[in-house]
């Protein structure tokens, strides 16, 4: 297949590149800094392009869609912005198969392995603030994509973390419970979704129980880095 990979230089993106080749696909990898792209490999084009200002998906069999940026106070409007290029630049070339990456925080909802912290504590507060100007331009990114009349899938993974190989990763329709998810398996699910139509038009939550940090883990790393 001709796949399609824009956000292809980011953590599950890379991945996601790799994975598709080792599969035996043609891949055309967009990043806005072609210099860095580490991954080489037969099969593999690498594109420059700020997607939200072209998408170039001409040619592809489908589109997969890792782009993101880090919360900001400052309005974000990247998910909204790359989704409407990426509507035109497929209706244009007459590419029908779109699968783009959200997050499982567009729909906040109790986790029964998060507690009292998770769920009383961290969500609500990134939700609320942090968080905010991303999840709301998702949900226009979502709202976008559902409405397109193209065939979407919508994938939601919760918190990423970085793993060695891909688990035995669980899917559940809009909501999982479980908070985390491993990049391996981010890009796995997307890149099953290429050649799978069970989720043609369906909105689907990703995650990882084998691996998988602990809650006061993360916290730990992401605020002291170890
Ligand atoms: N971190 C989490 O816990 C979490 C949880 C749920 C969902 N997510 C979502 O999961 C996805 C993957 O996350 P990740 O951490 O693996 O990704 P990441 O490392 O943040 O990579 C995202 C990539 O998007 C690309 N990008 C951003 N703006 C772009 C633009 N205008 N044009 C072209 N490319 C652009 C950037 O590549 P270039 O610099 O090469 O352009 C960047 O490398 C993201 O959508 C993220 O929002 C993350």
Known sequence: MRIVV???????GRRLVQQALDAGHDVRAVTRQPESFPVKGPGLEVVA????VDAPVDGADVVLSTLGVPFSRQPVLVYSRSTATILAAMRGAGVRRLVVVSSS?????RHAEGGFLLNRVIQPLVTATIGKSTYDDMRVME????DSNLDWTIVRPSGLFDSASVTRYR????????????REDLAACLLAQATDTAWVGRTVAVTTGEGAPTLL???RREAFGK
């Not at 824009?6 to 599950?12: F, H, P, S, V």
């Not at 392009?49 to 939200?52: E, G, I, Y």
């Not at 709202?143 to 559902?146: A, G, K, Q």
């Open 171 to 182: 899917l559940s329709e809009n909501c999982a419970d479980g908070i985390f998810t491993s």
């Open 6 to 12: 824009l956000g292809a230089n980011g953590g599950t």
């Open 105 to 109: 925080a567009t729909e906040p909802h």
């Open 143 to 146: 709202r976008l994509v559902r």
């Open 49 to 52: 392009a700020d997607v939200t």
């Open 217 to 219: 883990g993360m916290l």
